[in-house]
């Protein structure tokens, strides 16, 4: 079955950076979209990014746009998460989430479309 596990997470002073790394296993990796979602202490879980199964699309959420970068590996099953300028409410679980889909990222932010989530990673800043 399709397995996501990712990593990367810790704690960071704003301002600082993480790089969020989920590895995938069990599927043909090129098949599938895959995304980024988050949820902080009390709060619903929300889109961060998503990329296309080619890596040629790219969607943000509008928070993240131009502090966060997605790309992904193909020859290592593994997409990551780039967090640049994080601020304390950047604070949250972070989850992978996969889709097999050929669709652009710019239409992958619902969160229901997605099949197959991580157990996902601690991100803390502290300001």
């Known amino acids: 079955q399709v397995q996501l596990v990712e990593s990367g997470g810790g704690l960071v002073q704003a301002g600082g950076s993480l790089r969020l790394s989920c590895v995938a296993s069990g599927l043909t990796f090129t098949d599938y979209a895959m995304a980024w979602f988050r949820q902080a202490p009390g709060k619903e879980r929300e889109f961060a990014a998503t990329?296309?199964?080619?890596?040629?699309?790219?969607h943000y959420a509008d928070s993240m746009q131009g502090r966060f970068t997605i790309s992904r590996d193909n020859t290592k099953n593994t997409v990551y998460l780039q967090m640049n300028s994080l601020k304390p409410e950047d604070t949250a679980v972070y989850y992978c989430?996969?889709?097999?889909?050929?669709?652009?990222?710019?239409?992958?932010?619902?969160?229901?479309?997605?099949?197959?989530w991580g157990r996902g990673t601690q991100v803390t800043v502290s300001s």
């Open positions: 989430a996969t889709k097999r889909t050929g669709l652009p990222a710019q239409t992958l932010s619902q969160m229901d479309l997605y099949d197959t």
């Open positions: 990329i296309s199964r080619s890596g040629g699309t790219t």
